[in-house]
């Protein structure tokens, strides 16, 4: 696939939301408005990971009335995880572009990612300023440290939501994570096919409306079992293709 101009961008653009109903129209569209200004062909998917609140409601009217847009659903709820595994299988452009659902990123500063897309094959951006407290940071630094380490990969953010990737990617990955774990997953077996990672720095902001979720402790130890099952099967993985085809 050749780099991506700007004139012939084909994008698929995608955000998780859980209990979204105060974020979800507005960044539909900021999503729409960033993705105009290529004049390319794209796609808006808003996944609704089994809301309880209205946020499925109105992703089906934003759905109805833009023809970009489309809404998915997950039911019951899927976990972070889920939802973006779901994204990526809905994507039908050739590139594929996720950010979070509560207005945290600002798409306009996607221009920051296709920017490097002629020089890797993957951009993961990382927050400069990240708006999370210091207690919070600091956990992100130790995990971000230990998965470079067991995955051979140096990503200043591992967890940071705002990424691109090259759709075929996942025609060529497996994804099982479920949880929090599902970026460290996609980019450790991305890494294991030799695909190049660009990182850029991009501005975080706030939660503005609806209920932080993202630190709790169910999510941290989901986290850490999906890790040791990841790092066992990323092992497998090398073995059987060290061992060659005849031997599975
Ligand atoms: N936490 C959580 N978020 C989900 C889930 N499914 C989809 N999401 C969405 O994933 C995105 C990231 O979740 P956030 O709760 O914002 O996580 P965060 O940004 O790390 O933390 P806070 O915004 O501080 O809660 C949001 O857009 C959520 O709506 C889920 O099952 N759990
Ligand atoms: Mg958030």
Known sequence: MSEPSEQALSLSVFFPCYNEEANVERTTLAALKACRRFGGDFEVIIVNDGSKDRTGELAEKLAAEHAEVRAVHNRPNRGYG????????????????????????DFEEIDKLLALLGQYDIVSAYRVDRQDPFVRKANAFCWCTLVNLLFGMRIRDIDCAFKIFPRKLFDEIEMKSEGALIDTEILARATRLGYTIGQVGVHHYPRVAGAQTGANLRVILRAFKELFKLRGQIKRTARAAERGPDHG
């Open 82 to 105: 889920g939802a973006l595994q779901r994204g990526f299988r809905e994507a039908r452009k050739d590139w594929v572009f996720y950010t979070d659902g509560d207005g945290q990123f």
